[in-house]
């Protein structure tokens, strides 16, 4: 460790920019995050005295309205009954396990960190010992943890982090770097065999934006900094990083980097590599810093492109050089109905390959549109009138079936002649494959809908329902024949697996590029009277996932692949590649100290 | 060696899509090479016998053109004179050293690609031995190499590519992979320090198109194929790659990728990384390959990052995964005149930030424009009245100032809207800044000129004019101050060498990022009475460098490492950085048979 040494002529990443500097914003007010559901810990759905479905708070457009189709439409989807009386309640909180930490390292971490920059109560632990996958929240809510970490450390800042790195090399120490925490990959996970005692680095207190460079659009900001308050911050001076994962209210930049994240909006900003110009890393065997960077080079070896998806597996990221954009001058939302999911697809690849394609686009198939429809209160009075008029026209008119009609949301964002652009080619297009308008309010649901849907699946799994999402890229080509395939594959698992009713599977193509395309799917089942749901669940994503790489689809797109899916490499690696990812951590990290990510 | 073992199962790299398979091309008839300058060997420069300049040949559009000015404008820009009788002819061919290899090695090498797979004639080696840098071509055709390859190889494919390794082993041979040897960087220079023979593997018999993807859009290519080869084999099938580096003609799919390559048309089809999504590496300790790739993933460690910028080093580069695009409908050329540089460059990113970047653009300072003028005959007859009232034009009614223009070369291309959106924004910025349209002819002559400004630097050295490119990319606001102190330097640095006459550095604008731009400058001096010229010219262009990164500037945007810059890299990346780049090099190439690139 006395190898680590600080390259201080590499503490100025970026120069010769007149930079606006940010003052360190105050500690910003987040509401408190719940310790064994997703997010907002005032956020949560609920069945209301009258057996309705309720999300509490008034943090989003959805709270407070009565949903009151939600759960009968769910019977019908997975051919079981759902009974409101009948819950499968939360057991948490059980009591994890306990600190292992050592005196000696416990009060060294203080000395670092002061008393309130460390923690050893057991809520706090277990929550930076999980991510947001089934098996998370199962084991959260109803099975508790063998391991989780021993301690969790706050570091405000590079000087911080870079003594824990020591600090854990002497004491005998493992970490693993924790961001937001929504990850669902398992790359969280304590791996239950680690004797060392596990410290959570929580790198929410390095969350400033440190400084804008308005000229060449630049912003230098930590790494611990969440898509929310990076939102907040640069919004207040005019601009916005675009990048909005449907985690981004509580993800973070550096864990976007480790991730290799998408965001909603990428065609107009880019996923997080084409958003990054340079990210800090201390490594245990030293600092991944650069000088002289810029967009675009040929320096021939780079970091970056190394760190961007390394899980936290080769060190902690302390900050990033982050591309920024004026906010736009017009934001608009737009729906859009086709009369099924393959036609959707073929106006999908005709608008990918027009280069007209609006920040946002995503094509629903009809179970999430239903869903989506289920989310809103029945329509009563007016509302009703209407709502049967527009069923009326899409049956008789459009002859639209409406068991089968998919739904895209659509977002421009933009300059005004390029959002009229885009939307002169979404409407040729649109009408070219029969589509038609469904009208923004639509469309800003639909948009706003992916913030709440990760609240639903916890709230189902106490109604008896397990539910997960799994993604993948697949060539244009490939897209119909890959969602055939894998529904054919999950229904003949799950009834070999015994399980009861129908499974739930339903996809929307969330990414659209040259060559291929994002598909994002929900997978769930009914399972009362199942023993070890989760674990049945593991095995049917297995076959799930075995069915997308059949079919020619890829490991993840965006999602990674952490401890749960790390078995598939072999399929889509080479021994070689493989291997050489192995001694890459070897040589960054020869202690094995960092022990998060795909192993 | 035993443990490279070959994996089938990766042997298709891509799936699920109804492939359109190329039959084997016939041998394309292509041109002879020049052995000892640039490019095709029936093109060069020469002196009429009326003392102009002339270029030989029918490949170009300057072909056969009087060129009258060049001479007596290069004699004023470097203030000394050049005497048209007065040449410096180069001196070759000077006998290259012998080569080393053994008669056993040779037998090997020989059974393996058969007679004409192999070769030790001693110019073919030496070609083999360096790129196109001044230091290159001053040595080839001035002074000789102490050290070139042994022998040229050329493997017919893959499994000849894996047996060349194995041989390399067995026979304690070093590799240096070869594309079009068009490389600045003295990448290809043997080490004169390597006692082992060295075998330059020519890639250029591994040139197949090996299938279009039509509905994807994707095409697979073998490492060896030029750019003029994959252009007339998609072209004919309705495709084109839109990868235009200047040097397309030569330069090679495997050598783009090596070199983290960037194309004359990037704002369309992007630079190399963006536009190549898998490529297959045998390295020494085993091969690179994957399957279910896509455009964007996000499975933790993707080797086709490491290998992009590699320089040859880890190993040998045999096809990649490209996108194709349909052929644009329309192409434009067409030509901006600014009053100068600096307003120019104003414009430039006035229009990098609206969004809509014709496919080529590029901001030539006031010594290329004159250049490109000097590089057409004289005007006479009508067009010498045009050209006079243009320039009254130019001076009196606009008051633009002939020593102090500036022009852009503009390529539109793409279907009609956006080629007309595009050219309605250029519009509206250009007279905003007080620029007007020159002409598409102005435009295209100016596109085309990058394709002979090769030729041109090889003539200019028999007339004593030593030059040579250097390349870097600068954030938005350091663009005017970069070129300001690196004119400043190069000039100090001129007069302290003791170098007569004036230096000539001329710079243009050749690439937009969103933060960024790529300035490529040229820089040249007279060197009669100069002892060592080249040696100066080494000197001088690292003082260039020097001012580049003190000025905010990149060590490369596109011309790469090699052995000439890469002792300026602890300037740029931590230690730690370098270390891990030389530890990955040693992982996959333990007993360093590959000798290329940065070292």
Redesign the interface.
């Known amino acids: 460790m006395t190898s680590f040494?600080h390259?201080p002529e590499?503490d100025l990443p970026?120069?010769?920019?007149?930079h606006c500097l940010i003052p360190a914003p105050p500690a910003l007010p987040d509401a408190p995050l719940s310790l064994n559901r997703w997010g907002f810990a005032d956020t949560q759905f609920l069945i209301d005295s009258d057996g309705n479905v309720q999300l509490t708070g008034a943090r989003y457009a959805l709270c407070g309205q009565v949903i009151d189709r939600l759960l009968p439409w769910s019977q019908s989807q997975l051919g079981l009954p759902i009974v409101p009386g009948d819950a499968h309640p939360f057991a948490w909180p059980l009591s994890p396990p306990a600190s292992r930490l050592d005196a000696a390292a416990l009060a060294a971490l203080q000395q670092l960190l002061g008393d309130d920059g460390v923690s050893t109560e057991p809520l706090v632990r277990q929550r930076h010992g999980h991510g947001h996958s089934q098996e998370d929240i199962w084991a959260v809510n109803y099975e508790g943890f063998a391991r989780i970490p021993d301690a969790v450390a706050w570091p405000r800042g590079e000087n911080d982090a870079r003594t824990l790195l020591l600090l854990a090399q002497q004491h005998g120490l493992a970490l693993i770097p924790y961001g937001g925490g929504t990850n669902v990959t398992a790359a969280c996970r304590c791996p239950t065999d680690e004797a060392r005692p596990i410290i959570s680095v929580d790198t929410s207190r390095m969350n400033r934006v440190r400084w804008i460079?308005p000229?060449?659009?630049?912003a230098c900001i930590e790494a611990g900094a969440t898509g929310a308050q990076i939102h907040d911050v640069l919004a207040r001076h005019g601009y916005t990083l675009g990048h909005e994962p449907d985690s981004y209210e509580l993800s973070t930049l550096g864990g976007w980097i480790a991730?290799?994240?998408?965001g909603m909006k990428k065609n107009r900003y880019g996923?997080i590599e084409d958003i990054v110009?340079d990210c800090r890393v201390l490594?245990p065997?030293?600092?991944?810093?650069?000088?002289?960077?810029?967009?675009?080079?040929?320096?021939?070896?780079?970091?970056r492109?190394?760190v961007?998806?390394?899980?936290g597996r080769f060190g902690i990221i302390t900050q990033a050089l982050v591309?920024v954009h004026a906010l736009p001058a017009v934001q608009m939302h737009e729906s859009i109905l086709f009369p099924d999911f393959a036609t959707g697809v073929r106006f999908f690849h005709d608008l990918q390959?027009?280069?007209q394609l609006p920040a946002s686009i995503r094509l629903m198939d009809n179970r999430q549109f239903m869903l989506g429809q289920c989310l809103k209160p029945t329509p009563a009075g007016v509302a009703a009138v209407k709502s049967a008029l527009q069923k009326w026209y899409l049956r008789r008119v459009r002859g639209f079936d409406l068991d089968r009609i998919a739904a895209c949301t659509v977002l421009f964002e933009?300059?005004a002649?390029?959002v009229k652009?885009q939307r002169r080619t979404v409407t040729r297009l649109m009408q070219r494959h029969g589509g038609l308008y469904g009208g923004a309010g639509n469309g800003k649901q639909g948009y706003s809908l992916t913030f709440g849907i990760a609240y639903l699946r916890d709230f189902l799994l106490t109604q008896w329902i397990i539910a997960e999402s799994f993604e993948t890229?697949?060539?244009?080509?490939?897209v119909l024949?890959?969602c055939a395939g894998v529904r054919e594959r999950v229904e003949r698992e799950h009834r070999a697996l015994g399980l009861p009713g129908k499974p739930f599977l339903s996809q929307r193509l969330t990414?659209a590029?040259?060559?291929?395309a994002?598909l994002y799917f929900y997978l769930g089942f009914h399972y009362k009277g199942v023993a070890a749901p989760s674990a049945m669940y593991t095995r049917l994503e297995h076959a799930a996932r075995e069915a997308v790489?059949q079919?020619?689809?890829?490991?993840?797109?965006?999602?990674?692949?952490g401890k749960i899916r790390q078995g598939f490499?072999p399929?889509?690696?080479?021994?070689?590649?493989?291997?050489?990812?192995h001694?890459?951590k070897d040589?960054?990290d020869p202690d094995n100290l960092l022990v998060c990510?795909?192993q």
């Open positions: 040494p390259s590499f970026y120069q010769s920019a007149p460079d000229i060449n659009r630049i991730t290799h994240a998408s996923n110009i490594t065997s030293g600092e991944l810093l650069r000088r002289n960077v810029a967009d675009r080079e040929s320096i021939g070896f780079d970091h492109r190394l961007l998806g390394s899980e591309k390959q027009s280069g933009g300059a002649t390029e652009a890229t697949v060539p244009w080509s490939g024949t890959l990414q590029y040259h060559g291929s994002c790489l079919y020619g689809g890829t490991l993840s797109h965006h999602h990674g692949i490499l399929q889509i690696a080479s021994a070689r590649s493989r291997e050489l990812n001694a890459i040589l960054l990510g795909n």
